[in-house]
């Protein structure tokens, strides 16, 4: 204490004694231009006078945000899972009580405030597993196998801490995709673990390419562990739907360089080009024989977020693990448990999504009207943006095939990277920066996801509503105009 | 080519083995869902095929979890979230106006009005008004900053999150956490998961459980020797003990904290579980400030609280929060961008806890049946304390301080010589062994003293005293009778 009584000691926490790799972590998603945004809309809701009257934010895949609408029956059914006193109202169908009464049969004193099973409740898994099952054609689905998470990001932070070990030259290398959605990275720079980078080829919509695979591990094992091969299919931020012989190509290198495989397939349901097809990779692992099937470790991952669902609130998720080590598998089990369960309205949510009504139940109608609205406006959104996108100087967009992004190619004149760089922003951060005070509308740079070096992007979702949707491309292609010509 | 082609059979190990993986993990354990709830479960399903055993069901008094053990929901809560779940109800006359009313507001604070879309990363900003307005309210008028609120995913996110930011260094300089023994096993688990150290303050068994500042800086000067002590955690109303601490005690503390330059972080989730005469909740912000400037724009701290315990007991919700008070802003910032990574907590959660710190007011219709309610439940609780502690308290060889809040139970029983040694032949700790015993012999499901921590030599075991009255009183029943048996066996 000083003489004047006044504190110098410097706080206990500080940015010099934070856990340094949290200081690592960058979630581009929602970064300092969502910051920005953010703060836009404050101003806006100040009264503050803007070149435009509203925020579009789309730079996250949030489907009801954007004005998409819940299914009836998954929220009917919640709703009596959170009042079943509304069981003996008849507005509700019978189909929406009995999957209620199911639910609350299973949790403890038959209610959802209960914490379920840490691994999560036993009759969702059993019905996810039957889900897998039906999906793959078959293919045997254990419930045992099955892990209920908090969203998928839950259950892939999970693998990946499960993964990570060793020091220096042992460290554990993990594989992901560029362009990649910024979860890997942050959770690979929290864990202090080694990205390992493989590009995508962009002149190949964004496909996966094994010589690159290749490389990229080569290069790695001089400096690090590599251990696991994670892949988004359907892609995010890049949308590809990789093909099913390129899946076999993956299995068959990650089977040969003996790498753990992480798949990401949250937007399974999420495909709309002509041509192409979702094929989990358990499938496929398995229609590869046993040479494979009973050796390739996998963790593949989905979630209630996307699809036709965009329940991305209720942070419901699970993973399905193959061929996991006992010993390792009871240590998943144990380290799942100190955090107690996942949410149980998510829960109860995944396992509307693998048990929805069927053809004879009385809310199959409604529900497979609302699913193909949804997924249709989707594939219309989709190829729209592709389009109006590419009639854009300066802007080539790959075919958005699945998930909710477009990732196209921006071209930036050499006086705004050169501008960019003297204030110490990213190229495309500072284009997006721009357009976002410009338009108001909130997209994500592609340095946020990566990208080949020199080379710029942005990911914007194709979630508004369709006609909003071409206001905004319309927006974003003047912008374009503008700034080009700006930095002429 | 490789191995397997040679001779057409996978003949290397797996890629993750318990040998490679993080060793961290391996080093974690949670007792409370740990071996016995494990064997637990097993039994239950033996049960369910029909095996005959002593007892006709597993009675889980292992976790905190009321509504598993028969509590009811507060109807008001359920109501709001059945609207805000499927807002046609809003059409629906059997729902009151002040449900509909919170319904409406906390929808129009999400995004396209749907509990479905992704809140902002801390929390939807009204939520975190509602959360610094209650605080103020419990704290007698002391501000609280909805910026310094962060709704979380159970109060265990949070604590992880800030356990997290706080671990650095290496070797000597790796963080110490100071935590008491005996505590919630969440703390050591994510001390081991972080690899940060550990530093064990002991409680008072014979003080009804108090801390003792002596003894927080015998822990803290004996820890600097190896390590770099940075935080000190209390739980309060304390888990597993149920200890309550007076206002002099939590001043001491914070006076501690600040001369030896700790973070505090103060786990309230049983903050309305406070049962004996005598005993009264006070909160460490509250406290803080009342100490004056001195302290109150020092010491920094993050305080904890949830949706899972007090009367509402919703556990399945993972709904949170946590108030941080005089953290760093570039710390705050950090804090902001590692939240954000996970996106948001559950959205129903949050919506939950809105109607936590915002329940039906005297002038409103929901009022009477909610005070109602809530009253019961914790009544209920108090007379359950009261119970268990005076039963335990007849048996030979169990001795039970009052169970002053919280919701469990830490006897301390004493185990006969023979008992200990036939354990340690099984390699199994001597209250484990006793505990596994019970489950086997009735059915009844407690954890281990051992899980906790404990001064060596002196056994435990935690049980919750959630099962309803009459259940409750058969289950303390037969633990005398297992005791007094057990006993026997090993005289």
Not at chain 1, 30 to 54: C, D, H, N, T, Y
Not at chain 2, 66 to 93: S, W
Not at chain 2, 256 to 274: G, I, S
Request: negative net charge; hydrophobic residues 35%.
């Amino acid at each position: 204490m000083t003489e004047n009584g006044v504190m110098s000691r410097a706080k206990v926490l500080t940015i010099d004694t934070i856990n340094p790799t949290v200081k690592k972590v960058e979630y581009a998603v929602r970064g300092p231009i969502v910051q920005r945004a953010v703060e836009l809309e404050r101003e806006l809701s100040q009264g503050m006078k803007k070149p435009f009257a509203e925020v579009i934010k789309a730079n996250i895949g949030d489907a009801h945000a954007m004005g998409q609408q819940p299914i009836t029956f998954f929220r009917q059914v919640l709703a009596l899972c959170s009042y079943p006193e509304l069981l003996s109202d008849n507005t509700f169908p019978e189909d929406a009580k009995s999957r209620a009464c199911r639910i609350l049969q299973s949790c403890g004193g038959h209610s959802m405030g209960s914490y379920s099973a840490s691994q999560g409740i036993d009759s969702v898994r059993k019905d996810v597993a039957r889900y897998i099952e039906r999906r793959d054609g078959g293919v045997p689905c254990d419930p045992d196998d099955i892990y209920l998470t908090t969203g998928a990001s839950d259950g892939i932070v999970t693998m990946l801490k499960l993964l990570v070990s060793g020091e220096g030259a042992t460290r554990t290398g993990v594989m992901i995709s560029i362009p990649q959605y910024p979860l890997y990275s942050a959770a690979l720079a929290e864990l202090g673990a080694v990205q390992i980078n493989y590009y995508l080829n962009e002149d190949k919509c964004w496909s996966m390419d094994i010589p690159e695979l290749q490389r990229a591990l080569d290069e790695a094992r001089e400096y690090c562990n590599p251990r696991a091969l994670c892949i988004i299919n359907p892609g995010n931020p890049t949308g590809q739907v990789q093909s099913r012989e390129c899946i076999e190509d993956v299995i068959r290198f990650a089977a040969k360089e003996r790498l753990f495989l992480m798949a990401d397939e949250v937007y399974q349901d999420n495909v709309y080009a002509d041509g192409c097809q979702f094929h989990s990779f358990k499938k496929v692992l398995f229609e590869m024989g046993p040479e494979y099937s009973e050796t390739v470790e996998l963790a593949s991952f989905h979630s209630t977020s996307k699809c036709y669902m965009g329940e991305c609130g209720f942070r419901g998720g699970y993973m399905e693990i193959i061929n996991m080590d006992n010993e390792v598998k009871a240590q998943l089990t144990k380290l799942v448990s100190v955090r107690l369960c996942p949410p149980v309205p998510g829960q109860a949510l995944m396992d509307l999504v693998v048990n929805p009504p069927q053809p004879g139940e009385p809310s199959y109608d409604s529900f497979i009207k609302e699913r193909t609205a949804t997924l249709s406006a989707l594939a219309e959104k989709a190829k729209l943006t592709e389009q109006v996108l590419n009639t854009v100087q300066g802007i080539s967009c790959n075919p958005v095939q699945g998930a909710m992004y477009s990732f196209p190619r921006i071209t930036i004149p050499e006086k705004a990277v050169k501008e960019a760089t003297e204030q110490g922003q990213q190229p495309d951060m500072f284009y997006c920066m721009k357009m976002l005070e410009e338009t108001g509308i909130c997209l994500v740079p592609g340095s946020g996801f990566g990208q080949k070096d020199g080379t710029y992007h942005f990911r914007m979702t194709i979630l508004p509503p369709t006609d909003k949707l071409k206001i905004l491309l319309d927006k974003v292609k003047e912008f374009h105009q503008k700034f080009t010509q700006q930095y002429s | 080519m490789s191995q397997q082609a040679v001779n057409g059979v996978p003949s290397r190990g797996k890629v993750l083995t318990v040998d490679n993986m993080n060793p961290n993990v391996k080093r974690v354990e949670y007792a409370v869902r740990g071996p016995i709830v494990q064997r637990a479960v097993q039994i239950e399903k033996e049960l369910r095929e029909g095996v005959k055993k002593p007892f006709t069901e597993v009675i889980k008094a292992n976790i905190g979890d009321a509504h598993a053990m028969g509590q009811k929901p507060i109807t008001f809560l359920r109501q709001v979230l059945a609207l805000c779940a499927y807002p046609e109800l809003m059409e629906d006359n059997k729902f009151p106006e002040d449900a509909k009313k919170r319904a409406q507001r906390i929808l129009d604070a999400c995004g396209g009005h749907s509990i479905g879309a992704y809140s902002a990363s801390q929390g939807i900003e009204c939520v975190r008004q509602d959360v610094a307005r209650y605080i103020e309210k419990r704290d007698g008028g002391i501000p609280s900053n909805p910026d310094s609120i962060y709704l979380s995913t159970g109060a265990s996110d949070a604590i992880v999150t800030m356990l997290k930011l706080l671990v650095c260094g290496e070797g000597h300089d790796r963080t110490g956490v100071m935590i008491s023994i005996p505590q919630y096993p969440l703390y050591s688990a994510a001390l081991a998961d972080l690899g940060a150290v550990q530093i064990s303050y002991y409680l008072d068994e014979d003080k009804c459980w108090s801390l003792d500042v002596a003894e927080l800086r015998r822990a803290l000067n004996a820890a600097r020797q190896h390590c770099n002590p940075r935080v000190l955690c209390i739980i309060n109303p304390g888990n597993p003990t149920g200890q309550v601490q007076s206002r002099q005690c939590i001043e001491d503390v914070i006076k501690f904290a600040k001369e030896e330059h700790l973070f505090l972080m103060a786990d309230e989730v049983y903050q309305d579980n406070v049962y004996a005469e005598g005993c009264k909740f006070h909160s460490f912000k509250k406290v803080l400030f009342e100490m004056g400037p001195e302290y109150s724009s020092t010491v920094e701290m993050a305080s904890f609280h949830s949706t899972s315990k007090c009367y509402m007991g919703e556990c399945g919700f993972r709904g949170g929060y946590m108030e941080v008070i005089n953290m760093d802003p570039e710390v705050k910032a950090q804090l902001i961008k590692l939240v954000s990574v996970r996106l948001c907590p559950p959205v129903p959660g949050q919506a939950l806890l809105d109607l936590v710190v915002n329940p039906p007011q005297p002038d409103e219709p929901s009022y009477t049946t909610f005070m109602k309610e809530r009253t019961a439940v914790l009544a209920a609780l108090a007379e359950k304390a009261k119970l268990t502690e005076e039963i335990f308290n007849t048996v030979p060889g169990i001795t039970c301080n009052p169970v002053q809040g919280a919701m469990y139970t830490f006897p301390r029983i004493t185990l006969p010589q023979k008992a200990i040694d036939k354990a340690k032949e099984q390699g199994q700790v001597p209250d484990m062994y006793y505990c596994m015993r019970l489950l086997e012999e009735e059915g009844i499901c407690l954890v281990p003293g051992s899980g906790f921590g404990q001064r060596e030599g002196t056994f435990h075991f935690r049980m919750t005293i959630l099962p309803p009255t009459e259940k409750l009183k058969v289950v303390l029943q037969k633990i005398r009778d297992f005791h007094l048996r057990f006993t026997q066996e090993f005289s």
